[in-house]
């Protein structure tokens, strides 16, 4: 059962992503023109773009209370915009790091996986939070497929930021399948929690994206 359902929401309820998703919206710019050429520019206006919709509409969903129809499709596009910024994030990974071959085969996994579980979480709109949560653990470490190229490819602080980021990704989705810690239900729950470590999930891949990923195209 999904938090937004319960009687109260928290006082924190959405204020993260809120915050987060203008400073992402603000982003946008300075990630696309730090590149120069189509292609290049279109990949991080895709990333962007994906991050600054997955953080808003996610504030949005959680902070306004909606009528029941409204918020039934606000909480699959809240869900479904997850697999699109964990396929958005592998993008630019993909077209400007890896080797051809490594990159078409992530490019198909993350964006395959993701169409699949975005389409599960429409067909299946009342399935369990435990597992909502798998395919998005599942589609977020598709990378260690290819790990030796990423790595070899990204340096040890790309390949640390990354992981860093799946990680907290991870500890995020397993708060949010088990609803577990919830510290504070009235003010700071679980699901703040939960938001809390995709916000450092973001952040870090973020900074790999901009300051490692980004760079190799123009290099």
Same mark, same amino acid.
């Given at each position: 059962? #999904?938090?937004? %359902? ?5 006082? +924190? ?20 023109f ?7 520019r ?9 991050? =600054?919709?997955?953080? &808003?509409?996610?504030? @949005? ?29 592998? =993008?630019?990974?993909?077209? +400007?790091?890896?080797? $051809? ?5 992530? @490019? +198909?996994i993350?964006? &395959? ?11 299946? $709109? #009342? ?16 990378? @260690?497929?290819?790990?030796? #190229?990423?790595?070899? %490819? ?7 930021? *990354? ?6 990704y =991870? ?7 088990y609803?577990? $810690? #919830?510290?504070?239900p009235? *003010? ?9 470590? =995709?916000?450092?999930?973001?952040? @870090? ?9 980004? $760079?190799?195209?123009?290099?």
């Open positions: 059962m #999904d938090s937004i %359902n319960l009687a109260f929401k928290p006082r +924190f309820r959405g204020r993260i992503h809120g915050v987060s998703s203008v400073v992402a919206a603000c982003l946008i710019l300075p990630m696309v730090s590149v120069s050429g189509v292609k290049e279109l990949v991080l206006l895709l990333f962007s773009v994906s991050i =600054t919709l997955l953080l &808003g509409v996610s504030s @949005l969903y959680h902070r306004i209370e909606w009528k029941i129809s409204v918020e039934r499709w606000m909480r699959q596009l809240d869900h479904s915009l997850i697999f699109i910024a964990i396929a958005a994030t592998y =993008t630019p990974i993909a077209v +400007f790091v890896l080797s $051809p071959w490594a990159g078409k085969f992530i @490019l +198909f993350a964006w &395959g996986g993701s169409a699949v579980g975005i389409a599960t979480r429409f067909f299946f $709109p #009342d399935i369990s939070s435990k597992a909502i949560a798998v395919p998005y653990i599942l589609v977020g470490w598709s990378l @260690l497929f290819v790990a030796a #190229d990423a790595w070899r %490819n990204l340096g040890v602080w790309g390949s640390i930021l *990354i992981l860093l980021g799946g990680i907290f =991870t500890l995020g989705a397993a708060v949010f399948a609803q577990k $810690p #919830d510290p504070w009235r *003010i700071f729950g679980f699901h703040e929690v939960f938001h809390s470590f =995709t916000f450092l999930g973001v952040s @870090l891949h973020y900074c790999a994206i901009a300051f490692i990923v980004a $760079p190799m195209a123009v290099s």
